[in-house]
């Protein structure tokens, strides 16, 4: 099997039985084609996909190996991943060399302003909640889109109406087990096996209302979930 990476396809379009997928490198023709595109999906390929997901940033940074007496400090030594209960919530856990892993979600683009100010918003409230880890160094931070869909749920199945097309998409921030699992069901589908496909996971995605301005709902969301959620923890001096 030939795997033609680094090169997006930006268009699909129907030839003869199959499909026909451009890219700037070339053209590539498959029978059967799935789309796993998540957080990155364009809006018309295929022109299905329109108005039916939502990407949203989520942020993570990671501190330089912190001592055992910086990690007592703090009175949180669990290794255990843990998240926090608000609605905007917060992941984090210690990694088996020391370093310590803290991520939120915010922000609805890739624009340079938005990223620098997620970035400042999570050593923000890094800040708050581990106060006695404020002034400890990060090594590294990254940031990507996961995906939400107009139905809360992912989707695994045929492309309504386009033959030979099908999406395995929508994993909202918690796909990195059940992606990988909804790939095999997806592979499983487009060869004809049997296959367990969740009953959740099997009704195309809806749009959203108003498509065109989910992502200001969005905006508007993060808002009043902040609000709900409530004040973060004093910063520290
Ligand atoms: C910071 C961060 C933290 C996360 N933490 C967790 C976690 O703790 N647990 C968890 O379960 N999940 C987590 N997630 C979510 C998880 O990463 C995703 O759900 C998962 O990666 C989805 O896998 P995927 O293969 O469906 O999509 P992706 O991994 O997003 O891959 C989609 C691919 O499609 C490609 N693509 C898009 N358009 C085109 C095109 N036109 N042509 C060719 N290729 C295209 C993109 O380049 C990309 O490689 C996190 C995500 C982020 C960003």
């Known amino acids: 099997m030939r795997i033609f990476g680094d090169t997006p396809v930006v268009s699909i379009q129907r030839d003869g039985e199959g499909w026909r997928l451009t890219t700037p490198e070339g053209q590539v023709h498959a029978r059967r084609v799935l789309i796993a ?20 940033r989520s942020q993570i940074m990671m501190t330089r190996p912190l001592t055992r007496t910086e990690r007592r400090a703090q009175g949180f030594t669990t290794p255990i991943m843990s998240y926090d209960t608000r609605d905007l919530l917060h992941y984090f856990r210690h990694l088996p060399d020391g370093r310590f892993l803290f991520g939120m979600r915010g922000g609805v683009t890739a624009h340079p302003a938005e990223a620098a100010r997620t970035s400042a918003l999570l050593r923000d409230h890094f800040a708050r909640m581990f106060p006695a880890w404020a002034a ?26 386009a033959d030979g097309l099908y999406a395995a998409l929508g994993w909202h921030g918690n796909g990195v087990a059940a992606a990988t699992l909804g790939g095999e069901l997806a592979a499983g589908l487009i060869a004809g096996a049997p296959t367990a496909i969740p009953a959740l996971m099997r009704q195309p995605p809806r749009r959203f209302p108003l498509p065109a301005l989910r992502r200001v709902a969005l905006r508007a969301a993060y808002v009043w979930k902040g609000l709900m959620d409530g004040p973060m923890p004093r910063a520290p001096h």
């Open 37 to 56: 595109t998540n957080g990155y999906s364009s809006e018309d390929l295929p022109d299905w996909l329109g108005g039916r997901t939502l990407p949203a």
């Open 136 to 161: 400890v160094e990060a090594e590294t931070e990254w940031s990507g889109f996961i995906c939400l869909t107009g139905s809360s749920a992912p989707y695994i199945g045929p492309v309504p109406g």
